[in-house]
T-cell receptor, first 109, second 112 residues
Framework: RKEVEQDPGPFNVPEGATVAFNCTYSNSASQSFFWYRQDCRKEPKLLMS???SGNEDGRFTAQLNRASQYISLLIRDSKLSDSATYLC??????????FGTGTRLLVSP | EAGVAQSPRYKIIEKRQSVAFWCNPISGHATLYWYQQILGQGPKLLIQ????????DSQLPKDRFSAERLKGVDSTLKIQPAKLEDSAVYLCASSAGTDTQYFGPGTRLTVL
């Protein structure tokens, strides 16, 4: 089983739609979790951190379910500029991150 | 504050040739990482340095890949000889000792 698993997509949604991505992780001892955004041919950039049950930042909400070992990212009122790959990332300790394969989002007019 | 710098941005070589990548982390960041990102996949850690020491190189193909960070600041990653399957983006990241990493723009390697 992979340490971090995501649906690669792509998710095709119209502008204004709400879209949610899920991610599962295998190490129950993992302490912190992140969503990184990666634009085409660019480096990953931190979008949100999730340390407890959840985090909200404007149109973006991340939730953590430790019992089921999954993290979700909800994007409301999708914009064209939200089109990107969203990487689920788990901190495994010793300053080490494990990345999922990413979920590709395409927002169309 | 300057970000993580990498060079070159692009490199095309033939298989069996050698290639080297350079990374300069954010000033003051003690931890430096090299990742390999193959198209359609997430970044995979190759090696992690703490200052000039190796913390983890368990996923580095040591028969062909090598990396060093001699003075605990900038770092080089070398591949010799390159194989077709080494075609990927090589990302360097740095951290100030927390769980947040900052990535450079990457070097896109194509092996023909």
């Amino acid at each position: 089983r992979k340490e971090v698993e995501q649906d690669p997509g792509p998710f095709n949604v119209p502008e204004g739609a709400t879209v949610a991505f899920n991610c599962t992780y295998s190490n129950s001892a993992s302490q912190s979790f992140f969503w990184y955004r990666q634009d085409c041919r660019k480096e990953p950039k931190l979008l949100m951190s999730v340390y407890s049950s959840g985090n909200e930042d404007g149109r973006f909400t991340a939730q953590l379910n430790r019992a089921s070992q999954y993290i979700s990212l909800l994007i409301r009122d999708s914009k064209l500029s939200d089109s990107a790959t969203y990487l689920c990332v788990v901190y495994t300790g010793f300053q080490k991150l494990v990345f999922g394969t990413g979920t590709r989002l395409l927002v169309s007019p | 504050e300057a970000g993580v710098a990498q060079s070159p941005r692009y490199k095309i070589i033939e298989k069996r040739q050698s290639v080297a990548f350079w990374c300069n982390p954010i000033s003051g960041h003690a931890t430096l990482y090299w990742y390999q990102q193959i198209l359609g996949q997430g970044p995979k850690l190759l090696i992690q340095f703490q200052n000039n020491g190796v913390v983890d190189d368990s996923q580095l193909p040591k028969d062909r890949f090598s990396a060093e960070r001699l003075k605990g600041v900038d770092s080089t990653l070398k591949i010799q000889p390159a194989k077709l399957e080494d075609s990927a983006v090589y990302l360097c990241a740095s951290s100030a000792g927390t769980d947040t990493q900052y990535f450079g723009p990457g070097t896109r390697l194509t092996v023909l």
